[in-house]
């Protein structure tokens, strides 16, 4: 099965204090498999991490909190799909409405790379087709099949403010 994931930016909030839920990392998804560049300071390996679980964190409960830790104002999506707003409001947008098809909507993160300044996550999304997919004419009722598809998401880490930020890699 192939998949092509967007490649996205993700920045984080600096001014903004996390709720407790999105600030909790033992609550946030982790990697079955982690690959890391050795060479990056450990303080950097944590910032990177976190910031990348947040926003899988995101994608697997769809709660916006999360979202907002990671999303900043500047957030853009390389390669935005028709239909859908950039700036931060494009996943949460996506989110919502693929949720509404798929409410049990649930993502592991097969594997997380960090390599230099980059976290590459191999995600896979499982879920049932239960809901409605599309408005108006074009609507879509769920027939209860299994969803199962791959996600690669590629970021680029920084630092703006002593916050971990993720930028695109393109």
Do not use: C
């Not at 999105?22 to 050795?38: E, F, G, M, T, Y």
């Not at 303080?43 to 999360?66: C, H, K």
Request: glycine share 6%.
């Amino acid at each position: 099965m192939k998949s092509y994931a967007p490649l996205m930016s993700i920045v984080a909030l600096a001014t903004v204090a996390l709720p407790v839920a999105a600030s909790a990392a033992n609550s946030l998804p982790l990697p079955k498999s982690v690959v890391i560049d050795r060479s990056i300071p450990a303080s950097q390996r944590e910032a990177m991490s976190l910031a990348a679980r947040r926003y899988y964190a995101f994608w697997d409960t769809g709660d916006v909190l999360y979202a907002n830790a990671v999303l900043a104002p500047d957030f853009v999506d390389r390669t935005l799909p028709a239909g859908r707003p950039q700036g931060p409001e494009g996943p949460v947008f996506a989110s919502k409405n693929f949720r509404t098809a798929v409410p049990d909507l649930h993502l592991e993160v097969e594997e997380m790379l960090m390599v230099s300044d980059r976290v590459i996550g191999r995600l896979r999304f499982t879920g049932h087709f239960t809901g409605t997919f599309g408005n108006g004419a074009t609507a879509r009722q769920g027939d209860g099949r299994a969803i199962d598809f791959i996600a690669t998401d590629i970021y680029r880490a920084a630092t703006r403010r002593r916050q971990p930020v993720m930028r695109p890699v393109v």
